[in-house]
């Protein structure tokens, strides 16, 4: 008997299958529960407390090379690098207790070298885009807890910002006139900060597929130290559902919204703004295409297995994506001809941990833009 729902997306997938099944055999290979499949010497540096790591760092960081070192616990070390020069580091000591609790108290030194800027509002024009760079470092102490479903996060600290001249750009934040007035261009700017955070996680995983339901509320507050004239308070929801029809398809959501109130001063940077765009709401856009003082998206997958590796370990996961988001000045004064639309599709290789690998062309009102990644959005 033909599936007519499932045949014409099988037929329209079915290139994936022979790229999928190379991509998800290594995958398989790379996750398998037996460490002695691992090179001596990778394992050797491993049981010493070193975790190298590819990733991003940041927006537009690029890939990123990362090394952590564990190995003299409490105490931690990491240090990454981009190839657009990006990097991070940092040191600080973390406890770890049995019932799930844990204290850390570090500090993060992080260079952006090469984010977008194009405006703050909904109305921003594609082709008026800067560039910069920006120099943050935080010290800061970080509590969490958790009990049963239900995860407690409390941090605070100090945070330092320095924006600069991006090296070797043609356009740089800095001498364009219209953002003389912009807060946190010109001005180095120092925050005492504060965050309390509450996540509600009732998902599990079964076989490669997440089910269930995850929320998490969080309030930040920041307050100008030294010469900074500048205080806000910041609030913010992320919700994903996952939805599963079978044991090879379902339905994956998720819905942001996060709005800035300034408290006094001269408002909030705006590096601070509220974002849109790439994977943090609409994926036909450059990461941070829109920035303001509010935000709300929803973000939508019809995901199918195509693929499934033959020992069980790996799949490729065909998808459909469907995105909607808008910037405004607050949450009250968004509108519907405030939205930004992306459609488009893709491919993961996902184990039952985590995705591994994904790729997606996304059609928006900036036209096409293609990514590929070692995360996911949700």
């Known amino acids: 008997m033909v599936d007519g729902v499932a045949l014409p997306f099988r037929i329209l997938v079915l290139p994936l299958r022979a790229v999928g099944w190379a991509l998800a055999e290594a995958a398989g290979l790379l996750v398998t529960k ?18 190298p790591g590819l990733g991003t760092i940041g927006p537009r960081s690029g890939v990123a090379a990362r090394v952590r070192y564990v190995g003299l616990s409490p105490f931690f070390l990491t240090a990454a690098f981009s190839i657009r020069t ?20 570090s500090y993060t ?10 405006g703050v509002g909904p109305s921003t024009s594609k082709g008026a885009v800067t560039d910069y760079l920006w120099d943050h470092q935080r010290a800061s102490a970080l509590f969490g807890t958790r009990i049963a479903t239900v995860r407690l996060f409390v941090d ?11 090296k070797g750009r043609e356009s740089d934040l800095q001498d364009n006139a219209a953002f003389d007035s912009l807060y946190g261009v010109n001005e180095r700017v120092k925050y005492g900060m504060g965050t309390v955070s509450l996540a509600l996680d009732f998902t599990r995983q079964v076989d490669f597929q997440t089910e269930g339901i995850f929320l998490q509320l969080g309030t930040s507050i920041f307050r100008g130290i030294d010469a900074t ?22 339905v994956a959501l998720q819905i942001m919204a996060s709005e800035n109130k300034p408290d006094g001063g001269q408002g909030v940077p705006f590096y601070h703004l509220a974002r849109l765009g790439s994977e943090d709401g609409t994926r036909s856009l450059s990461q941070d295409r829109y920035r303001d003082l509010a935000m709300a998206a929803l973000m939508s997958e019809w995901r199918y297995e195509v693929w499934r590796e033959l020992h069980g370990r790996s799949r490729v996961e065909a998808f459909f994506l469907f995105d909607i988001g808008a ?32 790729s997606y062309l996304a059609f928006g009102p900036d036209g096409l833009r293609f990514r590929v990644k070692f995360s996911t959005a949700f």
């Open 156 to 166: 605070g600290g100090y945070e330092d910002n320095r924006v600069d001249r991006s």
């Open 327 to 358: 910037v405004q000045s607050s949450i009250s004064r968004l509108s519907w001809s405030d939205n930004i639309k992306s459609l488009g599709f893709g491919w993961r290789v996902v184990t039952q941990r985590d995705a591994m690998f994904l």
């Open 229 to 250: 004239d500048s205080d806000f308070h910041r609030f913010g929801l992320l919700l994903r559902s996952y939805i599963p029809l079978n044991a090879r398809q379902m």
């Open 34 to 51: 037996d460490p002695k499949g691992l090179p001596p010497f990778i394992q050797s540096i491993i049981d010493n407390g070193v975790q």
């Open 109 to 118: 030194f992080q260079r952006d070298a090469a984010p977008h800027f194009w």
């Open 86 to 105: 990006s990097q991070r580091y940092q040191a600080g000591l973390r406890f770890d207790s049995q019932v799930g609790r844990f204290l850390e108290a």
